[in-house]
Nanobody
Framework: QVQLVESGGGLVQPGGSLRLSCAAS????????IGWFRQAPGKEREGVSC?????????YYADSVKGRFTISKDRAKNTVYLQMNSLKPEDTAVYYC???????????????????WGQGTQVTVSS
């Protein structure tokens, strides 16, 4: 049984930082592409970042987070992280990680379906 569990969300002031974690069981994250997504109230879900499988490990970022967010993997912990710096109020959303054994690469990651999703973690950026 595949399970993804996000953690690390919270309330932070503008300009602050958070590190989100996506811990997996039942699947080896390093073998597949893993995406981070977010959904703000009243808005559609959007792709934030993606990291390809071990054969590539290419990273992708939405323009809105480029230069501020960094995606990475800890293979030993079977966990993917999203380091978020210089946070802005518009980053407020529920953040989800997702993966799917069909995908090794991130091309088009924001526009495809995924079999496995985490439960989400709330990030609130406010003064």
């Amino acid at each position: 049984q595949v399970q993804l569990v996000e953690s690390g969300g919270g309330l932070v002031q503008p300009g602050g930082s958070l590190r989100l974690s996506c811990a997996a069981s039942g699947i080896t994250l390093d073998h597949y592409a893993i995406g981070w997504f977010r959904q703000a109230p009243g808005k559609e879900r959007e792709g934030v970042s993606c990291i390809s499988s071990i054969s590539d490990s290419t990273t992708y970022y939405a323009d809105s987070v480029k230069g501020r967010f960094t995606i990475s993997k800890d293979r030993a912990k079977n966990t993917v992280y999203l380091q978020m710096n210089s946070l802005k109020p518009e980053d407020t959303a529920v953040y989800y990680c997702a993966t799917d054994p069909r995908y090794y690469f991130c091309s088009g990651y924001a526009f495809r379906g995924y079999d496995y999703w985490g439960q989400g973690t709330q990030v609130t950026v406010s003064s």
